[in-house]
């Protein structure tokens, strides 16, 4: 049962992104206009994993510099 969950999983996240391959300005436009599961979907098949450094004591507002994301290739 995992296994056919991880199966099913990868084909509905690569079904979501088959429109946009090669057209990433098509994907840039349609993005605020998808579903959140189309997103999470999209957004699952692009990224391998994203790692968050460790914050700076006393600042409480969000520094894009301490997020790394590691693509899938």
């Not at 946009?20 to 206009?33: F, T």
């Not at 189309?38 to 409480?60: C, K, M, N, Y």
């Amino acid at each position: 049962i995992d296994a056919s969950r991880k199966a099913l999983a990868k084909l509905s996240r690569t079904a979501a992104i088959d429109p946009y391959v090669g057209h990433s300005d098509d994907l840039r436009a349609a993005w605020g206009g998808l579903t959140l599961n189309e997103q999470r979907s999209i957004a699952g098949s692009l990224v391998d994993r994203v790692t968050v450094g460790p914050a700076v004591r006393g600042r409480a507002v969000f520094d894009p510099s301490r997020v790394a994301v590691l693509w899938r290739l």
